[in-house]
């Protein structure tokens, strides 16, 4: 696993245990919320900037981006259909759903179009 990719698990990891109510409230939850938001954003960025230096390496990218992209889609789902068999379903879970397709559409798009 790379740096980064811990980095991004350990604040989320924190922001979980703040958000439990395990460790403490008020300020510090949602320091620890900016702070998880912050890593997030490096991550994006950082992996917005990363590219392939040759054929094997980008096969390895293209291949661990699809595994990302199912596991969501299917936690997603579960999440949806259990929310929706327990009688309240979340907008977000639905929101994040659609825009999770929607930009893998639009990047497919767009990638064949101009690369």
Do not use: C, N, P
Not at 40 to 60: M, N, P, S
Not at 89 to 115: C, F, M, P
């Amino acid at each position: 696993m790379h740096t980064k990719e811990i980095i991004v698990l350990v604040l989320l990891a924190g922001l979980l245990y703040l958000h439990t109510g395990a460790y403490a409230h008020g300020m510090f939850a949602m320091g620890g919320g900016v702070l998880a938001l912050i890593g997030v954003g490096i991550y994006l960025g950082l992996l917005w900037k990363e590219f392939a230096r040759d054929e094997r390496e980008q096969h390895t990218q293209g291949i661990a981006h699809k595994i990302a992209f199912i596991s969501a889609v299917f936690i997603l789902t579960i999440g949806i259909l259990v929310e929706y068999l327990m009688g309240h379903t979340d907008t977000w879970l639905i929101v994040t759903l659609i825009t999770l397709l929607a930009g893998k559409s639009i990047g497919t798009i767009y990638a064949e179009r101009y690369l």
